[in-house]
């Protein structure tokens, strides 16, 4: 693949990718600057493996010349290796678990609560839990404690 890269091209204001993050964050941060200088397939390709260092830059040079045949293709290709360097994305329910620690004050437990819900990029709390998470089911009949004490519905 031939690309013809502009003249006066710098390299670009990013923080080099290395393995460890997102992978769809740093392409869409990698393409939100070099579309400001050209938007050529070819020229994205050759620009690309600027914007690596490390271990993605390594499996950048391990690909063989004809492997790649579009910026498209190279993104498939670069998020299906660093896939599992994604955010581990917590679902409603995994965040209703979360509990306040003994000894943890009501103020520290709200900001734990609050920095894993935003992190996560859960929906409003006001939304409630889906149904598909398990959360809508209502107890059929009051509460009773067997013979042993132990409560059931």
């Known amino acids: 693949m031939e690309a013809t890269l502009l003249d006066h091209w710098k ?10 993050t997102d992978p769809e964050e740093h392409l869409n941060v990698f393409l939100t600057q ?6 050529d397939d070819s020229a994205l390709c050759r620009i690309f493996p600027t914007s690596l260092k490390g271990r993605a830059l390594s499996w950048f040079t391990r690909l063989s010349s004809s492997s ?17 360097s994604k955010p581990y994305k917590t679902t409603s329910l995994a965040l209703a678990g ?3 620690e003994k000894k943890e004050s009501l103020r520290s437990f709200m900001d734990r609560f609050n920095k894993q ?26 509460i009773q404690q067997d013979r042993h004490g132990d409560r059931r519905s």
């Open 68 to 84: 790649i045949d579009s910026f498209n293709e190279l993104s498939s290709q670069f998020t299906l290796q660093f896939a599992t």
């Open 11 to 20: 390299s670009l204001p990013i923080e080099k990718y290395d393995g460890s």
């Open 34 to 39: 070099a579309t400001l200088s050209t938007q």
């Open 117 to 142: 819900a935003v992190q996560d990029d859960l929906v409003s709390l006001s939304r409630g839990l889906s149904r598909k998470e398990g959360k809508s089911e209502k107890l059929h009949g009051p």
């Open 98 to 100: 979360v509990r306040q």
